[in-house]
């Protein structure tokens, strides 16, 4: 079904007995250059996973105010040369509109400078902001997420592996709010008065599972993944306003 997980809760018929979510980019997609996700190849500058809507890395990186643009990188990206990204990006793009990922890669290389042999491509955090900004990837986790709740049955499992922290620390809150087990939002507050609704969810993961040496050793490309599981309580979903609170996005 061609549709955004966001979107679960609406065309997913309820209760269903488990809801496995494996966030992010294919390794189909990543080695398809047309689909402008790596800088692997020389692709158009694109990364919509939906290609039927929505603005494209390039509508991003040619129109964003430098400041806008620079906080994306730094949010997104957890990039702390954002700024002097988005400065050499608005500079250049005056000359010419960026149109492939090859023109934005090496851009950011020219003004970032290259680690140590072995570590990350300079232009991989700025790759990975624009692809989580033009999908939306955070605010599409957290509608998923509430969604779970309201199609999974007593007992159901929530299953979610991701390949970032910013999606984990998402999953991670999510599951303890929902559980009931995420601290007083004020000392002065007595414990049961933080309490929210009844839990919906019990963890079963205390700790996020990582890939098994024989995994990563066969497929690399999982050796940042980690999975989290829920099991889904009889209690009521929570209500809307209860969506990921601040605390839980922190
Ligand atoms: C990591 S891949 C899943 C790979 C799959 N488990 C496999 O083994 O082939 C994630 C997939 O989810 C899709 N996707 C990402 N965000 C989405 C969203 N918000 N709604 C629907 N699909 C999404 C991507 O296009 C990609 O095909």
Same mark, same amino acid.
């Given at each position: 079904m061609h549709e955004a997980f966001g979107n679960v809760a609406d065309i997913v018929e309820a209760p269903v007995d488990g809801f496995v979510l494996d966030l992010g980019v294919s390794s189909m997609q990543l080695d398809q250059g047309e689909r402008g996700f790596s800088f692997r190849f020389d692709g158009p500058l694109d990364m919509r996973m939906d /290609? /039927?809507?929505g603005e494209s890395a390039a509508d991003l990186v040619n129109t964003l105010p430098e400041k806008e643009l620079a906080d994306?990188?730094?949010l997104y990206g957890e990039e702390r040369h954002s700024r002097r990204i988005a400065k050499a990006?608005? =500079?250049a793009r005056t000359e010419k509109p960026f149109r492939t990922t090859g023109e934005l890669a090496s851009l950011v290389r020219s003004v970032l400078p290259r680690g140590k042999k072995d570590e990350i491509d300079p232009a991989t955090r700025t790759f990975q902001a624009l692809r989580i900004a033009v999908n939306d990837e955070l605010?599409?986790?957290? %509608?998923a997420l509430a969604g779970?709740?309201?199609?999974? =049955?007593e007992g159901g499992r929530l299953v979610v592996v991701t390949f970032h922290s910013l999606e984990d620390r998402i999953v991670k809150?999510?599951?303890k709010e929902r559980a009931g087990d995420s601290p007083s939002p004020s000392r002065h507050l007595p414990v049961m008065a933080a309490q929210g609704p009844e839990p919906t969810f019990q963890i079963m993961t205390k700790k996020a599972v990582d890939p098994s040496e024989g995994e990563t050793r066969s497929n690399p490309r999982a050796r940042s993944a980690r999975l989290r599981a829920a099991i %889904? /309580?009889?209690a009521a979903p929570w209500p809307e306003e209860h969506g990921m609170t601040e605390r839980g996005r922190a």
């Open positions: /290609t /039927t809507q994306l990188i730094y990006i608005v =500079a605010g599409e986790l957290e %509608r779970s709740e309201r199609i999974l =049955a809150n999510f599951m %889904r /309580t009889g």
